[in-house]
């Protein structure tokens, strides 16, 4: 029976462990929650009344506020953490990795952003940090899964990545069960970045339900924005094939379209003419969209990938630009082939 610690109690970080309850695998769970409040509502009721209220997570989950405790033996670590606090979390754990961790250790990475300073993915941000102490074996988990409908076991399939296919195909069968579905696959770039830069589209795709477009106009914006995806995960190394799969298509169809992408719902509320300060100072939980996109406008200019849903994605998010005036811009470029 394997030593799981799941690193990050927000709704994510909950579900999963909730469904890894319910894996074909039997494991020891270790949950840390950062917030002193998440943490007393999971001892005490078993319940993250704050982030993912209703459904109780497994008796036999250990929760904890020490990340030392945490991590002690575990033979995976899934970081579910915003990825703003990633590298600083990963660093934290380093010293109690160094001394509990097999060399087997896998380090699996289910956050869906990018670093805004350095641009790397959280792959590269554990490699970087964990590689000061010894060479992590490293994957990441993503694809179309709302965090509440994985916590009460709507069926869900979702895209475990590593360079290592054997440790890919090591969690597919730890991780899999009756509600939660693993596909394989090695490119773990162009998993990475479908997962990240789909949020930006999303919020775009916000920004038009907000102003009150159609379906004609979603449907054009999340087309094109797959396009802006697969064009930079391509250019950066990644595959075709991958952005049209779960990771790429098939979370960009539901964090675009479901009512509960948070992403979407920040759109939204830009759209209806709200400022971005007051929208993100009445959220808890952390819309990934609006930091990656800095990030992938960074990237789309280093690499010279032309990204125009991004790039008016970030006038609106850090130049004032009005929702209205991205759309047209949008509609008014130079006319161009698909």
């Known amino acids: 029976m ?3 610690a799941i690193i990050g109690a927000g709704s994510c970080g909950t579900a999963l462990a909730i469904a890894l309850g319910r894996s074909r695998q039997p494991h020891r769970l270790a949950l840390w929650a950062h917030g002193a409040d998440v943490l007393a509502a999971l001892r005490g009721c078993r319940e993250n009344s704050i982030y ?5 997570i497994p008796d036999e989950t250990e929760v904890t506020g020490d ?3 945490a991590v002690a033996g575990a033979e995976i670590v899934l970081g579910v953490m915003p990825s703003a606090h990633a590298r600083a979390i990963y660093a934290a754990m380093l010293p109690f990795l160094f001394a509990t961790a097999v060399a087997d250790t896998i380090f699996i990475s289910a956050t869906k952003g990018l670093e805004h300073d350095s641009l790397a993915r959280m792959s590269e941000v554990i490699t970087e940090v964990i590689g000061q102490r010894f060479a992590p074996r490293v994957a990441a988990l993503s694809g179309p899964s709302f965090a509440l409908e994985v916590a009460r076991g709507d069926p869900t399939a979702v895209v475990i990545a590593s360079s290592d296919l054997e440790v890919a195909a090591e969690i597919q069968r730890e991780f899999s069960g009756s509600t939660l579905r693993l596909y394989t696959n090695d490119d773990i770039a162009g998993v990475e970045l479908g997962g ?11 920004v038009c339900a907000g102003l009150g477009l159609g379906a004609n106009t979603i449907a054009a914006l999340v087309t094109r924005g797959l396009s802006e995806m697969t064009r930079l995960a391509v250019a950066l190394g990644g595959s075709r ?9 098939g979370d960009l169809v539901l964090t675009a379209n479901g009512a509960l992408s948070r992403n979407r ?11 971005l300060a007051e929208i993100l100072s009445q959220m808890r939980m952390v819309a990934e969209g609006v930091g990656t996109t800095s990030a992938t406008m960074a990237l789309a200019r280093r690499h010279n990938v032309d990204m125009p849903i ?9 130049e ?14 130079p006319l161009t082939k698909e």
């Open 67 to 69: 990340l030392g405790q």
């Open 320 to 333: 004032g630009r009005a929702p209205s005036a991205a759309i047209r811009e949008l509609m008014e470029r």
């Open 310 to 318: 991004t790039e008016q994605m970030y006038a609106v998010l850090n």
């Open 241 to 249: 094939d991958t952005l049209a799969g779960l990771a790429g298509l």
């Open 52 to 56: 993912l209220p209703g459904i109780r």
């Open 196 to 206: 990240a830069v789909k949020n930006v589209i999303a919020l775009a795709a916000g």
């Open 2 to 4: 394997r030593r799981i």
């Open 265 to 275: 719902s920040v759109g939204m509320e830009l759209g209806k003419g709200r400022k």
